[in-house]
């Protein structure tokens, strides 16, 4: 009984914790009442788009702001850009954050962006197919539409549209409806205004910013975070006009696009014609960090040196800094404050401790539900400590499964993510689909290694565990109890305080009838793989310390465990990031080619820390249980909702 009372102690504290960071995190991003934000959709064909709005309580009728469109990049939501939001509304202008198409609530598929059936291989306009860089592709639909990202539906025809019929329809995935639908907003001054992206929205950025060029709302400046630029000649200059344009590369670029599909971001990238032409100068004359033109006649250019890699451009200060005086050049906004006082990130790392805070809670949770008459028989006694391995087959079999994880990473997860023949009208996620190519052969291998696991056991006389159905049954319902208080509390918050649990990036989302759809396809695989993944590292792997009580045992244990889970791909984290740091470049780009370099190498950032916290819960409810199926489970589960519920689909 005291272990309940203490068990719910710590639920109230930790979900009151919650809250309480929640409640600060909004009074930022409200900025202490002087900012209303709220959501809405916009109407297109085959569904809708869903936006969220940041309005200064001092921009009205009779006193119109400026405004500014933002646009994520691929993987992300409106949230993720939400420092520059925040940032520019606390500064007076009007800001509209997009759900792009395939992403966020909205409704309608990355389909919608359009596909053709050749592709580019180096940056546009400085293809030919006499040396192959302009070359004819086929297979899934997904995989035509993933490799058309940089192709915008202002080229010409030469990029946008092939010989069967298919054109890249809307390269702004939405964008360009979004901003028109900002510019009639009556407390908004349409003749200031601007658009800035990430990565896949810079390609929207550029696709807003022609499909308006030359009207009354042309956008008066564009910043790119993580940009690619293209020749003059890939679209017809006289009709399209790009007013101060802002580009902010980073160093350590994990997309080779981004920068000119060289190894390494250096001042030799500023030498070429690509760079120095944008710039308006050159060869000689280009540098980092150097506005060239002026604001006057829209002439205004530069290329901000960022020191950090892709994914954390959105909330780089420097990079802030660099684009909030950009756009007070070119829109004069209204409120003057010191562009290097930012207390945006702030506002995430109170998100990240609240989501923290909520997926701890599950812990005394559990607790309190396994004394209860319903769950007590979910607990059971440890395996015997007979086949417990040891010595060199503790370490052959631990660097035998860290580097089947590791070195199938990027080849599955890239194979998955386009080309794996999926029914591709229920196999909707991108990356999602990715993962389940992994997923896949790990499970096959699991299946083998189990065999041949269990035939040793029973010439060795071992006695195998017992599987219990109305245990597994039981976990599984104790399982998604758990998760459950974390969709309960994310409700909650996206309801009252227009935030979710994540930090920076999509973690955990509420579901629309697309992505909960989406969940039910894609959770029987996640579940297999957990339920087999969980089993081999906790039953077959033990180590002494799993029968050991205390706080230092569970962390050697917890170690030992996270090393075997996330090990594999802890290897790749450093073949890829130790040459890019020593100029060398991306270990993927420089080892396997540009193919498998990019986006899954660029997710090892979010995914790392999910199984750190996995391995955590892992090694908890399996030491508590005597079994891997609750953990196995609830990892599912999470793993599961962050894949269909915060990524793309098509």
């Given at each position: 009984?005291?272990?309940?009372?203490?068990?719910?102690?710590?639920?109230?504290?930790?979900?009151?914790?919650?809250c309480?960071?929640?409640?600060?995190?909004?009074?930022?991003?409200?900025?202490?009442?002087?900012?209303?934000?709220s959501?809405?959709?916009i109407p297109?064909?085959?569904?809708?788009?869903?936006?969220?709005?940041y309005?200064p309580?001092?921009?009205?009728?009779?006193?119109?702001?400026?405004?500014?469109l933002?646009l994520?990049?691929y993987?992300?939501?409106?949230?993720?850009?939400?420092?520059?939001?925040?940032?520019l509304?606390?500064?007076?202008?009007?800001?509209?954050?997009?759900d792009?198409y395939?992403h966020?609530?909205t409704?309608?598929?990355?389909?919608?962006?359009g596909?053709?059936?050749?592709?580019?291989s180096?940056n546009?306009?400085?293809?030919s197919?006499?040396?192959?860089t302009?070359?004819?592709?086929?297979s899934?639909?997904?995989y035509r539409?993933?490799?058309?990202?940089?192709?915008?539906?202002?080229?010409?025809?030469?990029?946008?549209?092939?010989?069967?019929?298919?054109?890249?329809?809307?390269?702004?995935?939405?964008?360009?409806i979004?901003y028109?639908?900002?510019?009639k907003?009556?407390?908004?001054?349409?003749?200031?205004?601007?658009v800035?992206?990430?990565?896949?929205g810079?390609?929207?950025?550029?696709?807003?910013?022609?499909?308006?060029s030359?009207?009354a709302?042309?956008?008066k400046?564009?910043?790119l975070?993580?940009?690619?630029?293209?020749?003059?000649?890939v679209?017809?200059?006289?009709?399209y006009?790009?007013n101060?344009?802002?580009?902010?590369?980073?160093?350590?670029?994990?997309?080779?696009y981004f920068?000119d599909?060289q190894?390494?971001v250096?001042d030799n990238?500023?030498k070429?014609?690509?760079?120095?032409?944008f710039?308006?100068?050159?060869a000689d004359?280009?540098?980092?960090?150097?506005?060239?033109?002026t604001?006057?006649?829209?002439?205004?250019?530069?290329?901000?040196?960022l020191?950090?890699?892709?994914?954390?451009?959105?909330?780089?200060?420097?990079?802030?800094?660099?684009?909030l005086?950009?756009?007070d050049?070119?829109?004069?906004l209204p409120?003057?404050?010191?562009h290097?006082?930012?207390?945006?990130?702030?506002k995430?790392?109170l998100?990240l401790?609240?989501m923290?805070?909520?997926?701890?809670?599950?812990?005394?949770?559990?607790?309190?539900?396994?004394?209860?008459?319903l769950f007590?028989?979910v607990?059971?006694?440890?395996?015997?400590?007979?086949?417990?391995?040891?010595?060199?087959?503790?370490?052959?079999?631990t660097?035998?499964?860290?580097?089947?994880?590791?070195?199938?990473?990027p080849?599955?997860t890239?194979?998955?993510?386009?080309?794996?023949?999926?029914?591709e009208?229920i196999f909707?996620?991108t990356v999602?689909?990715?993962?389940?190519?992994?997923y896949?052969l790990?499970?096959l291998?699991?299946?083998?290694?189990?065999?041949?696991?269990?035939?040793?056991?029973?010439?060795?006389g071992?006695?195998?565990?017992?599987?219990?159905?109305?245990?597994w049954l039981?976990?599984l319902?104790?399982?998604?109890?758990?998760?459950?208080?974390?969709?309960?509390?994310?409700?909650?918050?996206?309801?009252?305080?227009?935030?979710?649990?994540?930090?920076i990036?999509?973690?955990?989302r509420?579901?629309?009838?697309i992505r909960?759809?989406q969940?039910?396809?894609y959770?029987?695989?996640f579940?297999?793989?957990?339920?087999?993944?969980?089993?081999?590292v906790?039953?077959d792997?033990?180590?002494?310390?799993?029968y050991?009580k205390?706080?230092s045992?569970?962390?050697?244990?917890?170690l030992?465990?996270?090393?075997l889970?996330?090990?594999?791909?802890?290897?790749?984290?450093l073949?890829?990031?130790?040459?890019?740091?020593?100029?060398?470049?991306?270990?993927a780009?420089?080892?396997?080619?540009?193919t498998?370099?990019g986006?899954f190498?660029s997710?090892?950032?979010?995914?790392?820390?999910?199984?750190?916290?996995f391995?955590?819960?892992?090694t908890?409810?399996?030491?508590?249980?005597?079994?891997?199926?609750?953990?196995?489970l609830?990892a599912?589960?999470?793993?599961?909702?962050?894949v269909?519920?915060?990524s793309?689909?098509v």
């Amino acid at each position: 009984m005291k272990k309940t009372k203490r068990s719910f102690v710590v639920l109230i504290v930790l979900l009151l914790l919650s809250c309480g960071l929640m409640f600060a995190a909004d009074r930022i991003q409200r900025d202490n009442g002087r900012i209303e934000i709220s959501d809405g959709t916009i109407p297109v064909d085959e569904g809708f788009m869903t936006y969220k709005l940041y309005r200064p309580k001092d921009a009205t009728a009779s006193n119109k702001a400026p405004a500014v469109l933002l646009l994520h990049g691929y993987q992300n939501d409106h949230e993720t850009c939400a420092a520059y939001a925040i940032e520019l509304a606390r500064r007076g202008a009007v800001v509209l954050c997009l759900d792009e198409y395939g992403h966020g609530s909205t409704t309608v598929g990355l389909l919608k962006r359009g596909y053709v059936d050749h592709k580019v291989s180096v940056n546009y306009g400085n293809d030919s197919e006499a040396d192959g860089t302009y070359s004819s592709i086929g297979s899934t639909i997904r995989y035509r539409i993933l490799m058309n990202f940089s192709n915008l539906s202002f080229f010409n025809d030469h990029y946008s549209k092939d010989d069967h019929g298919n054109a890249i329809t809307d390269s702004s995935c939405g964008g360009s409806i979004a901003y028109e639908y900002l510019s009639k907003l009556d407390y908004v001054d349409a003749s200031r205004m601007a658009v800035s992206g990430h990565s896949m929205g810079t390609w929207s950025s550029w696709s807003v910013a022609a499909a308006w060029s030359g009207t009354a709302i042309e956008p008066k400046a564009i910043v790119l975070q993580c940009g690619e630029l293209f020749t003059d000649d890939v679209y017809d200059t006289s009709k399209y006009h790009f007013n101060n344009v802002l580009l902010l590369q980073a160093k350590y670029d994990e997309f080779s696009y981004f920068r000119d599909y060289q190894l390494n971001v250096t001042d030799n990238l500023l030498k070429t014609p690509l760079r120095y032409e944008f710039l308006g100068t050159t060869a000689d004359m280009a540098a980092w960090n150097t506005t060239y033109g002026t604001f006057n006649d829209g002439s205004a250019r530069r290329i901000e040196l960022l020191n950090t890699n892709h994914r954390l451009t959105t909330h780089h200060l420097h990079g802030l800094e660099t684009a909030l005086d950009w756009l007070d050049s070119a829109l004069e906004l209204p409120n003057d404050f010191d562009h290097s006082q930012i207390n945006a990130k702030i506002k995430e790392y109170l998100v990240l401790g609240a989501m923290l805070a909520v997926l701890f809670a599950m812990f005394p949770l559990m607790n309190i539900l396994l004394e209860t008459k319903l769950f007590k028989n979910v607990v059971q006694e440890l395996p015997s400590k007979e086949g417990m391995l040891k010595g060199r087959s503790r370490v052959s079999g631990t660097l035998i499964t860290m580097l089947l994880s590791g070195l199938s990473f990027p080849f599955m997860t890239q194979l998955g993510h386009a080309l794996l023949p999926l029914p591709e009208n229920i196999f909707r996620m991108t990356v999602g689909n990715g993962f389940l190519s992994w997923y896949l052969l790990l499970i096959l291998i699991m299946c083998i290694s189990n065999l041949i696991t269990s035939a040793k056991n029973k010439k060795a006389g071992i006695e195998k565990e017992r599987f219990s159905f109305p245990v597994w049954l039981l976990s599984l319902l104790l399982a998604f109890y758990a998760v459950a208080m974390v969709y309960l509390m994310n409700f909650l918050y996206s309801r009252i305080f227009d935030l979710d649990l994540r930090f920076i990036w999509p973690f955990f989302r509420e579901f629309n009838s697309i992505r909960i759809v989406q969940f039910a396809v894609y959770i029987p695989f996640f579940a297999l793989f957990y339920l087999l993944n969980n089993s081999k590292v906790m039953r077959d792997m033990r180590i002494r310390s799993t029968y050991e009580k205390g706080v230092s045992a569970f962390l050697r244990n917890w170690l030992y465990n996270f090393l075997l889970m996330a090990g594999g791909v802890l290897l790749i984290v450093l073949l890829e990031y130790i040459p890019f740091f020593l100029g060398i470049g991306p270990g993927a780009d420089v080892l396997f080619g540009s193919t498998f370099g990019g986006p899954f190498m660029s997710i090892l950032i979010l995914f790392v820390p999910q199984v750190l916290f996995f391995s955590v819960l892992c090694t908890w409810c399996y030491r508590k249980t005597g079994r891997a199926y609750t953990g196995a489970l609830i990892a599912a589960m999470l793993a599961c909702w962050i894949v269909t519920g915060g990524s793309s689909f098509v």
